[in-house]
């Protein structure tokens, strides 16, 4: 093993079966270092909506590096990229008038979120307002803020104290969400964080009137509504948000991967009137928060063209109709020994959910799911919560119908692989 410490991997693993290295990108492909040619089943992780290899992202970013490669935009000071991509990301916004809040990625957007949400109550004379509420099954990013808002239980362990005044609800019930915010005391909670469709807990797409219902609750009790859209955000559910599909009014979401489908690392939050009015308003003082990197120069110029690309090729039309498709595709892998579930038809996301009973008597299992996967000529994860564990579809928005043949075709026949090695 390299000096390379993977993020979320088991190192003696890696340094048992070794690495896989990744060389190239075309459109839904990439190639590893021996020549290899895989679908790429997960938009590397959930990002790459507008494929790989685009080399106008490329040119405009080197443009821009050669003109200002960046920045730093505390204060007063802004340049001419991040300057037009806060117009464009609050004119694409669900909620008019937004302001936008840039960060390096979805993580720092979601511990802005808690920060900007505890601090509005502060400004606003509520101080008692400091409890977050988080669902079972939800992912929130790796920072602080976002680990203590886990709902996967192993992403939250091991690491002793992290924020207090944090609660948890079940992912699907609105009453539920009512009679949590009831038994703590509305006056005391500032904000609920919540996943549209759950990505890394499984694929769960909400059940119907779910999300509305959440919405009211929040808006009864006044208990701040963030929608967490890193996932989500710029395309995935064909829209440009999810909040859209289902008619939310967030008063924060938070957004990354999707802005500049991955080629430069960038997050934000879509700070609604509410909050940031309570923000700009007299007397409200300086927001004693911010990152090297918000607002960076040349990944603003990466998103520009990026959101260029999904209008022009008309990508959220594309993924409206690949929803369907997929689902068409994957539907028969239902019929394997060692499959549960597909969940698929809310979006470009699914999950091939994998038999309780087959891991269980099989301890094996859970290591050959991605290795059948791959073999098969299909990048993917495997997506682990108190669910169970699923393999994760969500490919680039620029998927053919060839490729979408080719996902059904890749995952049956890892499947099959799985289900004969039994
Ligand atoms: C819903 C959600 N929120 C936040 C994050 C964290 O984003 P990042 O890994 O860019 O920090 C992720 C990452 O997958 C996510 O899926």
């Known amino acids: 093993m390299g000096a390379y410490w993977h993020p979320f991997s088991d190192l003696a693993a890696v340094d048992a079966a070794g690495e896989l290295t990744v060389v190239r990108g075309e459109g839904s492909h990439v190639w590893d270092a021996e020549g290899r040619r895989y679908l790429d089943a997960s938009a590397s992780l959930w990002y790459c909506n507008v494929g790989h290899g685009r080399t106008e992202i490329a040119d405009a ?8 490669e960046a920045y730093s935009t505390f204060g ?12 464009r990301v609050a004119a694409l916004a669900p909620v008019e008038g937004s302001k936008i809040f840039f960060t390096s990625g979805g993580s720092d957007a979601i511990d802005t979120a808690v920060k900007m949400a505890r601090r509005f109550w502060q400004l606003a004379g509520e101080r008692e307002r400091r409890i977050l509420i988080r669902r079972d099954r939800a992912y929130h990013g790796m920072h602080t803020g976002g680990t203590s808002l886990a709902g996967i239980p192993a992403n939250l362990d091991g690491y002793g104290g992290l924020l207090p005044d944090v609660i948890e609800v079940a992912w699907d019930d609105a009453e539920a969400l009512r009679a949590a915010i009831d038994e703590a005391g509305a006056s005391r909670v500032a904000a609920f964080f919540c996943e549209p469709v759950l990505g890394a807990g499984g694929v ?22 963030v929608a967490d859209e890193v996932i989500t955000g710029f395309g995935r559910l064909g829209a440009w948000f999810a909040s859209e599909r289902w008619d939310l009014e967030p008063d924060l979401i938070t957004c990354a991967k999707g802005i500049t489908s991955g080629y430069l690392p960038l997050g934000a939050v879509i700070a609604s009137p509410r909050v940031w009015s309570a923000f700009a308003a007299e007397g409200a003082g300086m927001f004693r928060h911010g990152y090297t990197y918000s607002g960076h120069a040349a990944v603003a110029a990466a998103a520009l063209v990026n959101l260029d690309i999904i209008e022009r090729e008309h990508l959220l039309a594309r993924a409206v109709d690949l929803e369907a498709s997929i689902a068409e595709a994957l539907a028969p892998l239902a019929s394997h020994d060692v499959v549960e579930e597909v969940r698929a038809g809310v979006g470009v996301l699914a999950a091939v959910h994998l038999s309780a009973d087959a891991l269980a008597e099989d301890p094996g299992l859970m290591g050959r799911i991605v290795p059948a996967c791959r073999e098969a000529g299909i990048m993917t994860r495997a997506l682990v919560s108190r669910a169970g564990v699923a393999v994760c579809v969500s490919p680039p928005l620029v998927l053919t119908d060839a490729d979408v043949e080719e996902l059904g075709t890749g995952l049956d026949a890892a499947m099959r692989t799985l289900s004969d090695g039994r």
């Open 61 to 68: 970013v080197a443009a821009q590096m050669r003109e200002l």
């Open 204 to 225: 769960f797409a909400p059940p119907p009137d779910y999300l509305a219902a959440a919405q009211a609750v929040c808006r009864d009790t006044g208990v701040l509504f």
């Open 76 to 87: 007063d000071v802004t340049t001419p990229p991040a300057a037009a991509l806060a117009e």
